[in-house]
């Protein structure tokens, strides 16, 4: 299975990624994704406050037909390398939204949760506007895309990596502090993003000329 998904399944005291809160608040209310995949038997407590309350249960609770996060089992895992049917799906759902195509858009969103076996009732159809749109669009390519190396990409073209004076960052985050607080208001700013690495598909694509790749 893939590296970053065999790392983060299990307990997440001894795991070597952990659930972060913020992709747990991306599910919505009674998505059996959630409830298949995801346990709070423990709590990791970190000193950034980058604890989580949740850790994958391997191989899934076992819920038929909805989709399982991580396994430890050889040979139990499809690895993704290319595009899926998700994300296509919810690449063109996301043009269709922002081209004014709102209820085709959501029909997408829907047709992957379906495809998933989220259980959540449909949104199309239900008259959300363009921005209520968007948000179920981000939350469902957090929650059906992990671990398939698109996140950073989406809050780069969503622009949420531009700092917060240019109309960046990400509002209405969880947190878990050292204290165990919940914090559910937490702005992210990402004006750090100059001391981030370079993806090594972006370095191979663009090799650097005169200037060196920090």
Known sequence: MGSVAALSTGVNT????????????NFKTGDKRLSNNFNTATTYRDDLSFGSRYSITDGGAGTSGVY?????????????????????????????????????????????????????????GTGLTKAA???ELVMERRVALVFRGLSFYDSRRWGWTYDVDNGGGSYGNTFL????????????????????????DEADINPPEKEVCR
Request: charged share 15%.
């Open 14 to 25: 001894a795991a070597t990624f952990k659930i972060g809160e913020r992709l747990v608040q």
């Open 133 to 135: 749109a968007l948000k």
């Open 68 to 124: 399982v996060y991580g396994t430890k089992t050889t040979g139990a895992y499809e690895l993704y390398i290319g595009p899926s049917y998700e994300e296509n799906t919810l690449m063109q759902a996301e043009a269709n939204i922002r081209l004014g195509n709102t209820n085709e858009g959501l029909t997408g969103i829907d047709a992957v949760r379906t495809y998933m076996g989220a259980g959540v009732p449909a949104v199309a």
């Open 177 to 200: 502090t050292a204290a165990g607080a919940v914090n559910t208001h937490v702005l992210i700013n990402y004006d750090f993003l100059d001391y981030w690495d370079v993806p090594a």
